[in-house]
Nanobody, 125 residues
Framework: QVQLVASGGGSVQAGGSLTLSCTAS???????LGWFRQAPGKEREAVAR???????NYADSVKGRFSISRDNAKRSLYLQMNSLKVEDTADYYC????????????????????WGQGIQVTVSS
């Protein structure tokens, strides 16, 4: 496990962009990484996953708009969010676990064992 500290987020108008960051307490080079989000009254859902070889998998709702990336030297994970929509409003969480490449791409929230604190993203019309 690693400790994760998320940053970024805030309020933006629809069509705008935000970048979320997540910094780990130790090396994440071998970790499966992910971003999840949870809107009020809804279950936590996967937004994007990133394998240790930088394969990616995105939720259909964010494909073409969001981009997940990592910088192992900085022990950091990022989520670039463009063309934001009101329905993207949620608390966002970064997550990490050591798991196989194939399992990583479709791993649900229950499979991750390290979590950052939620950060709020609000998109207004």
């Amino acid at each position: 496990q690693v400790q994760l500290v998320a940053s970024g987020g805030g309020s933006v108008q629809a069509g705008g962009s935000l970048t979320l960051s997540c910094t780990a307490s130790a090396s994440i080079a071998n970790f499966c990484l992910g971003w999840f989000r949870q809107a009020p009254g809804k279950e936590r859902e996967a937004v994007a996953r990133l394998t240790y070889l930088s394969d990616t998998n995105y939720a259909d709702s964010v494909k073409g708009r969001f981009s997940i990336s990592r910088d192992n030297a900085k022990r950091s994970l990022y989520l670039q969010m463009n063309s934001l929509k009101v329905e993207d409003t949620a608390d966002y969480y970064c997550a990490a676990v050591i798991i196989s490449r194939s399992q990583c791409l479709y791993l649900g929230a229950g499979g991750f064992n390290s979590w950052g604190q939620g950060i709020q993203v609000t998109v207004s019309s």
